[in-house]
């Protein structure tokens, strides 16, 4: 095997100046050869293969450079005192244990534009998917050249087992034991020659970059490997192959606590740990109360009480090393089943925490750069109830100072919480609450999760309620009580607060301030800046993702995403679809397909968020429907559709145009683009909040092997097998918007039209191109705004250059005309609502009473003696066999005729009348007939069988009146008879509520 490419950024971007300031070149004779990364003021970590056999003497570290044709203000040289390689490492086979240490004559003079990156802890996990970057000034392709400025490149973890299959294909003779797999099955992007030493990091959720690997290894530079059996050798690719620190963690502690002076005595933990089966005790980190703990400590304890008994914790003394995020030195306290209850650090004494278990994990961590005088920490068993539980793991009522923090922070809170702590100080003093850190989901009002602080116990003055990312002010009490209450709902959850509570002399001036409110400030759409480089206006709330990776569907922030609307059937989310214009909204056409018979049953609500909450939200119906004509429901050929709302949207901070680009032609494999949605599967229940998933562009040979039957107008993205197995969205409708280079904007590439599979080998999503559909939109688009007068200006989005019009790719075919010869051609009928006569009404009531026969007739046992339906003026007859509709236009007439005939089980359905919010229903039952009586007819109140049933209806209460009390009334009709039916006529007419 060819180990000559180990001296090894493609399909990256430029880094900006400062971004990642951890990171360094190694030079000789001036000379660049290798990157490395910045973990402490003397230690520098770098792969082994680069500085084996070279002389350290004349080997320079040069931090804070970017550009290497200037000599920049941050740029510092330092020598190298000492190399420490792995000793496991062997040049021959120099994939595992690829690392080694530098330790430099003089400390790195820290500052903005220096500073060490983190290194793994116990608790840091980035399981496959996660999005990570490598770093370095390597080679721009495969025997390309080599840049000037630093590069960064995007790279998913990659599925460990699935690696070590790939690379068995390439050699037998190394093992893998020490690397961390990342890339592309296409290839397209990877580190190459020049990057080897450089860092692999992955972002913590709450901001700290991680060194998770060292480049260390690939076959070539961004080949494709997926095929591998099928290449030859010298055309092979691989994943980029990084070792990984984690799991040579207590090897790398060790060298940097000591320097490698000498070969240290691994520490794991000073004092004893292990199970504590006791109804009382302490534990205290060190031993001596007057000195201080070790690096590099690592010891966990287990307390166990009797059953039945709860364990209540308690600090006499606390002092850690400081860190907001808790990430170097911290107490970690679990409940069972591994679950973070808290963790803590720094200073300030945490409050006392109730464990309402009769079991608790304790687990302290030390790194290998700074120590305090420890903590001491007293448990003790108590009866349930001794004390009043806050639902968060601390005592809600506090009589100290100290810290308190939302339960599992810094990781995400729990749902449904409801937490108090009451806060009492002597007379002479009043209570001050400063927070530390504090992010909770965010909303204008603050109506889904919030923290509220009341200057009373009762609860009815308040001095704050806060959410989103803004650090509340100083709250100081009006008096010597103060109360926090925190709020979670059942769904998004953010990582929480800490704060800060202390007692200050009373101040006879200090009163009590206004409310405050406090959450994300929506900028106002008036004055944010058009992005520079597309003419595009930014989102009101930049997209933030906090678990950055391709393996799990995670959060948004509200109006990240303000062209994603929801289409309802039923009041019910249908499909997504992307705000166009004032007047359209973009779907697939399988979204609709079926709908179309009652387009007058859809709405589009725009603005929406979370689909149980309907604050911000413009609701629209649907005036037509217009389905790509080249539209195949089979394959999902051209699966487009435009719908045309019956007035227009008004854009504001919640409603905005998706953005087209100026062009398609960087669609390669391996940009990360942006699928939103709202159900979110795998083990996990449906969010009814709008959810984000990172999904990586595949090439069009690779989506083959998952879609045999797709098209030139089809193209997929997301995780592909080894990538992610967790959770996805499926989003038929669904916008995929990609990333401007200054990723501040976002434009439209693709509409989902088949669904982001969650399996164990994943399916990545199938989308339709649309820029081969560009001219199709624009034309309909335009049409309707000439007639629209009602309509603004700016009927669609895109770049600057082009002049607000929408483009498509001299390179490929149009498919927007007409015109053209499809490969699978249906019918037109799809633009708004079918003409054919089968389905064409309203009818008179003489066709409809013939209609109605003519279906009873056609089945062998006829219905038993009818009623004769009356015939009152409702403008529309609707004649459906068994099957869930729902109808909208008032006033209207339906019939039905249900038959379990071929089903032995019988039949059930429903039909759904939804009127206006405002209004509500008269039901006339004119004709029941039923050839069984255990045939049932139920009417009940809204869309669920769970509502009180208005009344179960037989023949002989007909005719009947009903009134609904809300907007909507659902009727039921359904039998577990073979050879059973039903007829059933009705007419309803809607009113306004007075």
């Not at 997926?226 to 040579?248: H, V």
């Not at 290998?368 to 793991?393: L, W």
Request: charged share 20%; proline share 6%; hydrophobic share 35%.
């Amino acid at each position: 095997m060819n180990f000559s490419l180990l001296s090894r950024i493609v399909g990256g971007a430029a880094a900006q100046k400062n971004e990642h300031p951890w990171m360094a070149s190694l030079k000789e004779n001036g000379r660049h050869f290798c990157g490395a990364c910045i973990v402490s003021e003397r230690h520098i970590i770098t792969a082994a293969h680069c500085v084996k056999n070279r002389n350290e003497t004349r080997l320079m570290v040069c931090v804070g450079d970017h550009d290497f044709t200037k000599t920049e203000d941050s740029q510092k040289m330092y020598s190298v005192k000492t190399v420490i390689i792995h000793p496991k490492f062997i040049a021959e086979k120099p994939i595992n244990y690829d690392v080694a240490i530098l330790i430099l004559h003089e400390s790195i003079t820290l500052n903005n534009q220096i500073q060490p990156a983190c290194l793994p802890n116990p608790e840091d996990h980035f399981p496959t998917g996660s999005l990570c970057i490598a770093l370095g000034w390597g080679r721009l392709r495969e025997r390309g050249p080599l840049p000037n400025t630093l590069h960064k490149v995007t790279l998913p973890v990659f599925d460990y087992q699935k690696c070590i299959s790939v690379m068995d294909l390439l050699t037998t003779q190394v093992k893998f034991d020490t690397v961390v797999c990342a890339g592309f099955p296409d290839g397209g992007k990877d580190a190459c020659q020049g990057d080897s030493g450089g860092p692999y990091l992955c972002q913590r959720h709450h901001g700290g970059w991680v060194l998770v690997g060292v480049t260390s290894w690939g076959m070539g530079c961004a080949r494709p490997w997926k095929n591998n059996w099928m290449l030859p050798p010298n055309q092979k690719g691989s994943p980029g192959i990084f070792t990984d620190i984690k799991r040579l963690h207590e090897w790398v502690f060790a060298q940097l606590d000591y320097g490698g002076l000498a070969q240290p005595n691994l520490v794991k933990c000073s004092v004893e740990e292990g199970v504590l089966k006791l109804t009382a005790g302490l534990i205290q980190v060190p031993n001596n109360p007057r000195g201080f703990y070790s690096n590099n400590e690592k010891c966990t304890w287990t307390i166990v009480v009797p059953q039945g008994k709860d364990i209540l914790l308690s600090f006499s003394r606390f002092d850690l090393e400081d860190d907001l995020d808790c990430d170097l030195d911290y107490l970690a306290i679990y409940s069972t089943k591994d679950n973070l209850i808290g963790k803590f650090c720094g200073s300030n004494r945490p409050r006392p925490i109730l464990i309402t278990n009769s079991s608790v994990t304790v687990k302290f961590f030390s790194d290998f750069r700074d120590f305090r005088t420890g903590f001491a920490m007293s448990f003790q068993a108590v009866e349930p109830q001794a004390y009043p539980g806050s639902e968060c793991g601390s005592v809600a009522a506090i009589f100290d100072e100290g810290e308190i923090q939302t339960m599992n922070h810094p990781k995400e809170y729990n749902s449904d919480s409801e937490c108090t702590w009451v806060m009492h100080c002597a007379p002479k003093f009043k209570i001050q609450v400063e927070f530390l850190m504090f992010d909770v989901e965010p909303h204008k009002d603050c109506v889904f999760d919030y923290v509220i602080i009341y200057y009373d116990l009762a609860g009815t003055v308040v001095a704050g309620k806060f959410c989103g990312a803004v650090l509340p002010p100083k709250i100081v009490s009006t008096s010597n009580v103060l109360q926090i209450v925190f709020s979670s709902d059942s769904f998004v959850n953010h990582i929480g607060f800490k704060a800060i509570i202390s007692f200050v002399f009373a101040d006879a001036d200090v009163g009590p301030p206004e409310q405050k409110v406090g959450y994300n400030p929506f900028s106002r759409i008036q004055s944010r800046v058009l992005d520079s480089d597309t003419g595009c206006m930014s989102a009101p709330i930049e997209p933030k993702f906090f678990d950055q990776g391709i393996a799990r569907a995670g959060r948004t922030f509200q109006n990240s995403w303000p062209w994603h609307g929801s289409i309802n059937f039923l009041n019910k989310h249908l499909c997504s679809g992307t705000v166009v214009s004032e007047r359209f909204v973009l779907t697939s056409a399988s979204c609709v397909a079926e709908k179309e018979k009652f387009q007058d049953t859809l709405q589009v609500v725009a603005g929406v968020h979370d689909l149980e909450q309907s604050e911000n939200t413009q609701k629209r119906s649907v005036s037509a429907i217009i389905k790509h004509p080249g539209f195949d429901p089979s394959y999902k050929y051209n699966d487009l559709a435009l719908i045309k709302l019956n007035k227009p949207l008004r854009f504001n901070d919640y409603v905005q145009p998706v953005c087209f680009p100026k062009s398609y032609s960087n669609m390669e494999p391996g940009l990360i683009c942006v699928v939103t949605g709202w159900h979110l599967s795998g083990e996990e229940k449906n969010s009814t909040k709008l959810q984000q998933l990172e999904a990586p562009l595949i090439s069009d040979g690779n989506c083959k092997k998952y879609y045999s039957d797709i098209s030139h107008s089809m193209f997929c993205a997301g995780a592909e097998e080894g990538q992610a197995n967790e959770t996805s969205l499926e989003q038929s409708g669904s916008p995929l918007v990609c990333p401007s280079s200054n990723m501040r904007s976002y434009f439209l590439y693709g509409i989902v039209s088949a669904g982001f599979s969650c399996s164990k080998n994943a399916k990545p999503g199938l989308c339709t191109k649309i820029s081969l559909f560009t001219k199709w939109i624009q034309e309909h688009t335009k049409e309707e705004a000439t007639d629209d007068k009602s309509a603004e200006k700016h009927i669609y989005r895109t770049s600057k250059e082009e002049g607000y019009q929408f483009t498509s790719t001299e390179e490929e075919p149009d498919y927007n005309s007409n015109s053209r010869e499809w490969p699978y051609q249906t019918d037109q009928r799809g633009m708004g609502r079918h003409k054919d006569v089968e389905d064409n009404y309203p009818l008179t009531s003489t066709e409809e009473e013939d209609r109605f026969d003519q279906i009873s007739k056609s089945y062998k046992q006829p219905p038993q003696q009818a009623s004769t339906p009356s015939k009152d003026n409702a403008s529309e007859f609707i004649h459906i066999e068994c099957k869930d509709v729902v109808s909208l236009r008032s006033p209207g007439k339906i019939k039905l005729f249900a038959s379990s005939r071929g089903n032995p089980e019988g039949f059930s359905c429903q039909i759904k009348v939804q009127a206006p919010e405002d209004h509500f229903i008269v039901l006339k039952i004119t004709a029941l007939n039923t050839s069984n009586e255990q045939n049932s007819l139920l009417v009940y109140e809204g869309v669920s069988s769970d509502n009180p049933e208005k009344a179960p209806l037989s023949v002989d209460r007909v005719p009947d009146t009903i009134n609904s009390t809300g907007s909507t009334l659902t009727l039921e009709a359904k039998t577990t008879i073979a050879n059973s039916q039903l007829q059933l006529c009705f007419s309803y007419t809607f009113h306004i509520v007075k």
